[in-house]
């Protein structure tokens, strides 16, 4: 979706003020593409701060289905986003100002309203999904999802105590 800039960059910089729909239906990874439901509008406003340098500000409401990351399982994830950018149209490739975003969003006098709700998405994308915070996950042999039943591979399940462990080292390491 995008949003015409030219009033807001007139002579008389009228605000931009608009509700319009997300188009993307899915957020694509590297790790892979996860649907995007129950999608709310988005309000986005634009309002000049001087010469060529503009004050974006969005929100909107949507869900991401997410696999769990034990047992695989279909997660659905809210994202609210309520933010604000300043962009520096003058501003050529480096030398943007501190504090000012990249204006890939921008093109001309358009704003590309997904790209911009896009880079949001990667702020805010979850490190760990979980279906439930005790996921028991999948049984590395056979493939039972050991949340519905148990299976036969005996000593291969992980001990929920050494799940925590294991996560509460992965925490380590991403600090
Ligand atoms: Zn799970
Ligand atoms: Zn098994």
């Known amino acids: 979706m995008l949003i015409n800039l030219s009033d807001v960059l007139s002579e008389r910089h009228t605000m931009v003020d608009e509700t319009v729909q997300m188009e993307m239906d899915e957020v694509r990874l590297k790790a892979g593409r996860y649907p995007i439901v129950r999608k709310e509008p988005v309000h986005v406003t634009v309002t000049h701060i001087k010469e060529r340098e503009l004050e974006l500000h969005a929100d909107t409401r949507f869900s991401v ?14 994202f609210v986003l309520d933010f604000s950018r300043m962009v520096d149209l003058a501003a050529s490739e480096g030398e943007l100002k501190e504090g000012f975003d990249e204006s890939d969003c921008i093109d001309g006098y358009d704003l590309d309203v997904d ?54 080292f992965k925490n380590f390491k991403e600090v």
């Open 65 to 78: 289905v997410i696999p769990c990351d034990r047992c695989l399982a279909d997660v659905e994830r809210e």
């Open 115 to 168: 790209k911009m709700l896009y880079s949001e998405i990667l702020i805010g994308w979850p490190t760990k999904v979980l279906c439930r915070e005790d996921c028991k996950g999948i049984c590395n042999v056979c493939g039972q999802n050991l949340n519905e039943g148990t299976c036969d591979c005996e000593d291969t399940h992980l001990d929920p105590r050494m799940s925590v462990v294991r996560d509460l």
